[in-house]
């Protein structure tokens, strides 16, 4: 032990400091680009619809996708949410075109899968379009819209 305080005491001063601040340096960039990797990661809103057996999902999703890619309501939808400001968009036109390549709709055995993709910093506004979304569902399929 005594050797070891003895190799740190001719160790000059400045090396000790200048070592310190690279060591906080490391650390501070390492939870910096965990926290951005962390927010910018995948964190879809969706729901899942479970058919009747013997009832033809994949003609019902595409009958669902394309009511919900109808250009007034994706258009309504994005002046509602305000994504030309959230998203910085050129317009409202371009925020329907982005809640359109955003949009997902997949059938699977007896089951519809109806959603909006974004990343997690993303997640007040998606499930803000979703919520919309959801109830043009229930209009579509003829059941009462959650509450919200």
Known sequence: ??????????ID????????VVLVLLMGGTL??????????PLPSFMTLQ???GADV???AKQIKANLSEREFLLKVSKEVGLKTEWNLESDEAGAADIKSRLFVT?????ISIGVAGKRKEKP????IFSRLEKRVAKIIGMHAPPH
């Open 125 to 128: 506004v998606v499930d803000e």
């Open 58 to 60: 994949t003609e019902q």
């Open 1 to 10: 032990m005594q050797r070891l305080i003895a190799a740190i005491s001719t």
């Open 51 to 53: 058919m009747k057996s």
């Open 107 to 111: 059938a699977a055995g007896t089951t």
């Open 13 to 20: 001063r400045r090396t000790v400091i200048a070592f310190l």
């Open 32 to 41: 910096f680009g965990m926290w951005t990797w962390w927010q910018n990661r």
